[in-house]
Structures are given as C-alpha cells and as structure tokens.
C-alpha cells in the first residue's frame, strides 16, 4: 500500500513539474500549458478551466518546461525556447543559441505563432453563401445568389479571390443575370502598411453591360487584423474598360478607393460587416460607380452561418433607359472555414 501511495505520489510530483506557470499582477500563480500569444493575450490551457485568454499586460512572470516558438518585437525568430523568470526580466534559452537571451516580458511579440505568422506557411480562410427563392402558383418566380471568397493569408502576403452570382427569373423569362469576379494580391512592406494589384470583372445583362473590367495597383493599410475585428482602406489607380451589348463601349483611367470592416459582438454570436468600393473616372468626374455591401452574419451550426445583407450598386452615368441605382436586400445560408 505504502508503495502505491508513494507512486501516485511521485506521478503527481512529475507532472506537476511538467507544467508552465505563469505569474499574474494580482499575485496569484496559474499551472497549465501554454498555447501561444497573440492579440496581446496569452491562450493557456488549464486542466480545471480549459483554454483561458489572459491579457499579456496582467502577466508578470512566466516559467515554461516544453519548448516554444518565440518571436520577438524586432522579428527575430527563436526555436524550441523555454523562458525562465529572473528578477524582472526573462531568460530565454534554446541549443540554436549558444548564450541565453535576457528579455522583458514587453519585448515578446509571439508565441507558438500561427503558420502565416512565422512565415512557414499560409492561413487560408473562406465561405460560401447560397440564396435561392422558389415560387409557384399566382407567381412563378426563382431567384438564385452565391457569394464566396477565399483569402490566403501568409506573413507578408495575402490574396483574396472571390465570385459572386445573381439569377432571376420570372415565369421562365429571365429578369437578372449578373456576375462578379475579383482576384487581389497584397503584399505587406513594414507592419501594416501593404502595396496591392487587383483585377475585377462584372457582367450584367440588364444594365447593358457585357463586360466591365478593372486592372490596377495601389496603397493599402490595415488597421485592425484579427479574428474578431478587421479595418483596411485603399487608395489607387485602375485601368477600366467597360462594353456594352447596345451603348458604345468605354475606357478610361479612375481612382480607385475602397474600405473593408468587419466586427463581431456577443461572443462571436453576430459580425457586422461593411465593404466599400469607388471607381472615379479622372478625366470625367460624373463617371463614377460605387459598390457597397452591408450585413450581419451570426452562426447556426458549427461552421454554417446565415447572413443578411443590402448590396447597392450605384453608376452615376448610365447608358440611355438604365437606372443607376441597384438595390438588393438578400438572406442567405452558407459554410465557413
């Protein structure tokens, strides 16, 4: 009996020892695993709470026992680390470094980082929404809208593809076929300011339209860039050509401005979402188009969402007997990953 007692003993001792613990401004000392940093908070892994976030700013001390990737402020990248708490400062220690690394808390940008932020891979994420309307009967209507995208995010790269789809019929005779296409490239110089090139392509037969399409290069920030939160604006310069099936055909060089925000509330319950997007023809100020989409998306299942959302499309000069305005108020259930 003695010697069970003094093995449970000495298991709970060893795995004890096998913790990382970390120090908290209001003294108290937590045992877990670190996860990784990011977002100016620490993910740590209790076995009574779970996976906790825990502001970097509460912690004061942190001593670790298995490895971690650890990048600090000035980008340097150290491998298979473990941090020491030394006074108020920490020891980093690794075998690719022959002498250990004395730092702040404050001087550590990440830990455990994802594969787009080290740099050793990409972060791809994306969704597809599908809206269809059927009706029978005193109407006969169908109405078809996909909407979908697809960002690859890497450390200093990003590129976003994205295909949207409008149909409409009414008793088989067809009142909206409209399609947009984009492909962007945006390449991240010094934190967060980026350099991009786009191209896009809109087809739609009931504004005369066969096919408009964009080519440019510009400016871009990213303000906030989060799972949570995201902010970007640009600003540049794009080629347009625009043919009409009936209206004579045009081109032309625009400024080019777009906004891009998205925010979620109630624990990732509900995102709001605004997207933004102006063509300023620079030779002829009454050319000009906007296209704006404005929504909530709030979860149904693991993965699948539902969205509501007011698309406008604005030309201020249209050819003769089109307006200028589209409005489109759609509902939609789709996939996210």
């Known amino acids: 009996m003695k010697n069970v007692?003094?093995?449970?003993?000495?298991?709970?001792?060893?795995?004890?020892?096998?913790?990382?613990?970390i120090s908290l401004s209001n003294g108290d000392n937590l045992n877990g695993t670190i996860i990784r940093k990011e977002d100016n908070a620490l993910v740590f892994s209790t076995d009574y709470a779970g996976e906790i976030k825990i502001q970097w700013d509460h912690i004061t001390a942190i001593t670790t026992d298995k490895p971690l990737q650890i990048i600090l402020n000035n980008d340097t990248s150290i491998e298979k680390a473990s941090i020491t708490s030394s006074d108020n400062n920490h020891i980093i220690k690794t075998?690719?470094?022959?002498?250990?690394?004395?730092?702040?808390?404050?001087?550590?940008k990440y830990i455990n980082p994802t594969a787009e932020v080290s740099g050793k891979g990409v972060k791809i994420t994306g969704r597809v929404n599908i809206g269809l309307s059927i009706a029978s009967g005193n109407s006969d209507t169908e109405n078809l809208n996909i909407d979908s995208e697809?960002?690859?995010?890497?450390?200093?790269?990003?590129?976003?593809?994205?295909?949207?789809?409008?149909?409409?019929?009414?008793?088989?005779?067809?009142?909206?076929?409209?399609?947009?296409a984009l492909l962007k490239y945006d390449h991240f110089l010094d934190g967060n300011d980026y350099i991009y090139g786009n191209t896009s392509f809109?087809?739609?037969?009931?504004?005369?339209?066969?096919?408009?399409?964009?080519?440019?290069?510009?400016?871009?920030?990213?303000?906030?860039?989060?799972d949570?939160?995201?902010?970007?604006?640009?600003?540049?310069?794009?080629?347009?050509?625009?043919?009409?099936?009936?209206?004579?055909?045009?081109?032309?060089?625009?400024?080019?401005?777009?906004?891009?925000?998205?925010?979620?509330?109630?624990?990732?319950?509900?995102?709001?979402f605004h997207i933004h997007e102006g063509l300023l023809d620079l030779d002829n100020t009454n050319n000009l188009s906007i296209i704006t989409q404005t929504g909530f998306r709030f979860p149904?299942?693991?993965?699948?969402?539902?969205?509501?959302?007011?698309?406008?499309d604005r030309d201020k000069t249209t050819p003769v007997g089109i307006k200028n305005t589209d409005k489109k108020i759609l509902f939609s259930v789709g996939y996210t990953w």
């Open 228 to 272: 949570a939160r995201n902010l970007s604006l640009e600003t540049g310069l794009n080629y347009v050509n625009d043919d009409y099936f009936i209206a004579a055909d045009e081109d032309y060089v625009a400024g080019r401005w777009a906004l891009r925000f998205d925010q979620q509330f109630f624990n990732s319950k509900l995102q709001f």
């Open 5 to 21: 007692i003094c093995l449970i003993f000495t298991c709970l001792l060893i795995n004890q020892s096998y913790a990382d613990t």
């Open 202 to 226: 809109i087809r739609d037969k009931f504004k005369d339209r066969k096919l408009k399409s964009t080519i440019g290069l510009g400016y871009g920030h990213q303000f906030i860039e989060s």
């Open 300 to 312: 149904i299942l693991e993965n699948m969402n539902a969205t509501l959302q007011l698309n406008l």
């Open 150 to 180: 697809v960002i690859l995010r890497g450390k200093q790269n990003r590129t976003t593809a994205a295909i949207k789809i409008y149909k409409a019929s009414d008793s088989g005779v067809s009142i909206e076929q409209k399609t947009n």
């Open 95 to 108: 075998d690719g470094i022959k002498n250990p690394v004395e730092v702040q808390l404050s001087s550590i």
